[in-house]
C-alpha cells in the first residue's frame, strides 16, 4: 500500500515536471519581451 502510494506521488511529481518547465521557460520568455519592450521605447524616446 506504502509502495502504491509513493509510485502515485511520483507519476505526480513527473507529470508536474513539464508544466513546471513550460511555466519556466514562458516566464523567461515574458520577462524578455518586456525587457525588449522597454528598451525599444528607450531608444525611441532618445
Known amino acids: 500500500m506504502r509502495a502504491a502510494?509513493?509510485?502515485?506521488t511520483q507519476l505526480r511529481q513527473l507529470a508536474d515536471f513539464p508544466s513546471l518547465i513550460l511555466r519556466s521557460t514562458?516566464?523567461?520568455v515574458?520577462?524578455?519581451i518586456?525587457?525588449?519592450k522597454e528598451s525599444i521605447n528607450f531608444l525611441n524616446k532618445g
Do not use: C, L
Not at 5 to 8: E, G, L
Open 5 to 8: 502510494q509513493a509510485s502515485h
Open 26 to 28: 514562458f516566464g523567461e
Open 34 to 36: 518586456s525587457y525588449s
Open 30 to 32: 515574458h520577462n524578455q
